[in-house]
């Protein structure tokens, strides 16, 4: 089992390669590089500002997701309760995290291909989600899980709402939204049989006004 140094050190590398490493897929984008790139060309230049305005917000998300499930490992690890069920708890977490990093690679490339970047705060977002997590991990192994279960439905939600705005034409971006929806509905489903419980409506309401202020901003900066 590990300590509380193993889990602080694990923490750490998790923030350090999710911050400055380059993001490495173990599945392939929806679409092939040469695909992306010619139907990128056929965007206009307002309508590539907008995809990579919402795309940048995708990528945003995802490092917010890498580090709620960072910080929710974390306290799964030092928490109180059976170390064996604490650390099942976090090898759960830990594996979702993993299409997550697929997610966060998607963005990235999509965004380079755009000609866009990311968002500027990206170590305040992950510091600000990571403190959520480990918060939320700390309350539980059911709440915890339910913390993930409301999450996805509301990113979920939230790339509902890309998939209207998207230009019709940006095939490639539209395809990495959906697959990112796919898992996310996904890893919800899997939260909740593993134990996650309902949320109580004000955390789901706080959850939604944190999320706002993240992506009106994450849209410009």
């Not at 750490?12 to 990128?40: I, Q």
């Not at 509301?154 to 209207?164: I, K, N, R, S, T």
Request: hydrophobic share 45%; with cysteine.
């Amino acid at each position: 089992m590990h300590t509380l140094v193993d889990a602080t050190l694990i923490a750490a590398d998790n923030a350090l390669r999710t911050l400055l490493a380059p993001h490495r897929a173990a599945r392939p984008a929806p679409c092939v590089a040469a695909e992306r790139a010619a139907e990128a060309a056929q965007l206009t230049p307002e309508q590539q500002r907008l995809s990579g305005a919402l795309m940048r917000v995708n990528h945003v998300g995802e490092i917010c997701a890498q580090a709620l499930y960072t910080g929710q490992a974390f306290a799964a690890r030092v928490g109180p309760g059976q170390a064996a069920e604490r650390e099942r708890v976090a090898r759960h977490l830990e594996a979702a995290a993993q299409d997550e990093t697929d997610h966060l690679a998607w963005c990235q490339q999509r965004l380079d291909e755009l000609g866009d970047r990311r968002s500027l705060l990206v170590p305040l977002w992950y510091a600000g989600a990571f403190a959520i997590g480990v918060a939320a991990g700390l309350a539980g192994r059911g709440v915890s899980l339910g913390f993930v279960v409301e999450t996805e439905r509301q990113v979920e939600a939230h790339l509902d709402g890309h998939l209207d705005r998207l230009p019709p034409q940006d095939h490639p971006s539209r395809a990495i939204v959906a697959q990112m929806k796919a898992d996310e509905v996904r890893h919800a489903r899997e939260a909740k049989a593993a134990g996650g419980i309902e949320l109580p409506r004000p955390i789901q309401w706080a959850m939604r006004a944190a999320a706002k202020v993240m992506t009106t901003v994450a849209h410009r900066v």
